[in-house]
């Protein structure tokens, strides 16, 4: 005698009992669509800007012929500049967007430091990361290191990156510019000119080293932690393994 479920698998090619069986995934939506799109056009405008920096702090060997014939120190300074100015107003546009969107949203630009149980947290993260304990914690939004890198390393080099850059920006914009007007007081903090150019430059390398800690980490929580990782950032929801 055939059940009723068996009945309906004849029907619908569907095996009622395997769909009883199987785990229900949990999912939860964590990232709005402004803070995905942000991540991703930042990101990109990251590299760009680290290239392209490398290429005007390390110019190429002199190009051959006639110079009025080449405009590749411009065009690379033109693109730093484009790069630049959408970092800035991308990252205007994240701060509204923490005002204006969900609770995660504002993750970025604030740290608990004084709540005893974040630190503890932070410190059964490193744990994880070192390969020291062998299960890690389940996070909605970011984890606990996470959070602490994204704000004292990230947010504090970004910040620091539109500051130096404008005031440097504001010398070739010249004296009564508004880049000069807002930021020109940014070199004389430093020193002078030079040394804008070279603490601009040591923040690329700050940015870069967060770069690689963090694809690095993304990639690993994926592989290796309890939920999802790299596909929250696109699709917005977070899926738990178990
Ligand atoms: C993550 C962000 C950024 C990175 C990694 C970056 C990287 C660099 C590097 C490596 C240099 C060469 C420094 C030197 O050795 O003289 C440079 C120069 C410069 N950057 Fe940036 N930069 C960033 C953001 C910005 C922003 C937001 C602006 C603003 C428009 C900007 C404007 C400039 C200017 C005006 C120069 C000097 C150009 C020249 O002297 O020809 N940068 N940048
Ligand atoms: C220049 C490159 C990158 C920079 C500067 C960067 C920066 C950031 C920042 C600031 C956040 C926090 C987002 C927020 O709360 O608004 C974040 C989150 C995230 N990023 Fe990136 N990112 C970069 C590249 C990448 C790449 C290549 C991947 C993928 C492999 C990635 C995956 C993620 C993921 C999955 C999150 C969310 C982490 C979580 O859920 O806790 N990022 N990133």
Redesign the pocket.
Known sequence: MTTASEKLADVTGVDEGAVARGQSIKSIY??EAP?RL???I??????VL?VTGYFIGRPLPTMPGEASDHFLMGYIRFVHFSAGYILAIGLLG?IY??IAGNH??R??FSVPIFQRAYWQEVVGMLRWYAFISTRPGR?V???PL??FA?FFV??FT?VFMIFTGFALYGEGAQAGSWQERLFGWVIPLFGQSQDVHSWHRMGMWM?IV??IL??Y???R??IMGR?S??????SGY?TFKD
Not at 42 to 47: E, G, K, M, T, V
Request: glycine letters at 2%; a neutral charge.
């Open positions: 964590v990232y803070v942000w991540h991703w930042n990101a990109l405008s990251i590299i680290c994240r967007w923490a995660h949203a993750e970025l996070y939004g970011h984890n996470a959070r994204m990230f947010l970004c940015m967060f770069v963090h694809v980490a993304a990639i929580e994926d939920q990782v790299v596909s929250t950032m696109i977070r």
